[in-house]
């Protein structure tokens, strides 16, 4: 295993991590996806109240409810963490 102790976990720790938020997904069939147009909606299989699931690469590692950030102008969205993942798979 390798020794992440001293400068190299300092460094480690401030590499940005992408995190996906995954609020549902969509099962057309072909011939709906070929159909497809602006304006057009996408039924999810998933409520607005559900619950979305936040991956890192394709590691599910939390749960959460979206909610809006307060006070922004702009509307823009947050996660609320409802549910941390065990990444450690039970170790």
Same mark, same amino acid.
């Given at each position: 295993?390798?020794?992440?102790?001293?400068?190299?976990?300092?460094?480690?720790?401030?590499?940005?991590?992408?995190?996906?938020?995954?609020?549902?997904?969509?099962?057309?069939?072909?011939?709906?996806?070929?159909?497809?147009?602006?304006?057009?909606?996408?039924?999810?299989?998933?409520?607005?109240?559900?619950?979305? *699931?936040?991956?890192?690469?394709?590691?599910?590692?939390?749960?959460? *409810?979206?909610? *809006?950030?307060?006070?922004?102008?702009?509307?823009?969205?947050?996660?609320?963490?409802?549910?941390?993942?065990?990444?450690?798979?039970?170790?």
């Amino acid at each position: 295993m390798a020794d992440f102790s001293g400068d190299t976990h300092s460094s480690l720790s401030r590499v940005p991590v992408e995190i996906t938020i995954s609020v549902g997904r969509a099962h057309p069939t072909v011939a709906e996806l070929l159909a497809l147009k602006r304006d057009a909606i996408l039924p999810l299989d998933r409520g607005v109240s559900d619950p979305v *699931e936040l991956y890192a690469g394709d590691r599910l590692i939390a749960r959460g *409810e979206l909610e *809006e950030v307060e006070g922004d102008p702009n509307g823009r969205l947050a996660v609320r963490l409802t549910e941390v993942v065990d990444t450690d798979g039970g170790a």
